[in-house]
T-cell receptor, first 111, second 116 residues
Framework: KNEVEQSPQNLTAQEGEFITINCSYS?????LHWLQQHPGGGIVSLFM???GKKKHGRLIATINIQEKHSSLHITASHPRDSAVYIC?????????????FGKGTKLSVKP | KAGVTQTPRYLIKTRGQQVTLSCSPI?????VSWYQQTPGQGLQFLFE?????QRNKGNFPGRFSGRQFSNSRSEMNVSTLELGDSALYLC?????WGQGADGELFFGEGSRLTAL
């Protein structure tokens, strides 16, 4: 079992729909990252959170530390939101840190 | 403010050769981390440098190494290339690696390595 699991793997939505991407992790974390990757490879950091909820424009990220679960929500989705969304868990064990990535969710928003 | 710059963007090497990739971080960022992305394994953490010291390391063989210079620029080296090393190699810079108020990661565009 992967230490960071994302669902769904693929998601197709109509423009304007509300979208939720889920991330579950099995390791202790000090932070959880949500990243966006467009075709061509460039990665943009969307959120970094260790508790609660963050909002930026139409994007909202939440995390439940007790349940080891985080969600990324996109309100009023738009075709330009089409990308791969990746969650990553920052895990520190002793003096060594590791950033463990989920496999990503490929989102396609149709006009 | 200039972003993270990676060079070269594309390279083709032969199995057994050595390759060096470069990453120039955002000015003022002292942490540089490296990642490998393949279709099969996805993104995996290689290592992280801060002030010229490797502080964190992922689970990769010793053929993968790196270093960081006093100006925070970093290089990553892969020796004795294998076909499976074909991947997109990404670096990211940050004030502090990945946690805390200053932990946001800023990624470069990546170096796409093809090993033949």
């Amino acid at each position: 079992k992967n230490e960071v699991e994302q669902s769904p793997q693929n998601l197709t939505a109509q423009e304007g729909e509300f979208i939720t991407i889920n991330c579950s992790y099995s390791v202790g974390i000090s932070a959880l990252h949500w990243l966006q990757q467009h075709p061509g490879g460039g990665i943009v950091s969307l959120f970094m959170l260790s508790s609660g909820k963050k909002k930026h424009g139409r994007l909202i990220a939440t995390i439940n530390i007790q349940e080891k679960h985080s969600s990324l929500h996109i309100t009023a989705s738009h075709p330009r939101d089409s990308a791969v969304y990746i969650c990553a868990a920052m895990n520190y064990g002793g003096s060594q840190g590791n950033l463990i990535f989920g496999k990503g969710t490929k989102l396609s928003v149709k006009p | 403010k200039a972003g993270v710059t990676q060079t070269p963007r594309y390279l083709i090497k032969t199995r057994g050769q050595q390759v060096t990739l470069s990453c120039s971080p955002i000015s003022g960022h002292r942490s540089v981390s490296w990642y490998q992305q393949t279709p099969g394994q996805g993104l995996q953490f290689l290592f992280e440098y801060f002030s010229e010291t490797q502080r964190n390391k992922g689970n990769f063989p010793g053929r993968f190494s790196g270093r960081q210079f006093s100006n925070s620029r970093s290089e990553m080296n892969v020796s004795t290339l294998e076909l499976g090393d074909s991947a997109l190699y990404l670096c990211a810079s940050s004030l502090i690696w990945g946690q805390g108020a200053d932990g946001e990661l800023f990624f470069g565009e990546g170096s796409r390595l093809t090993a033949l």
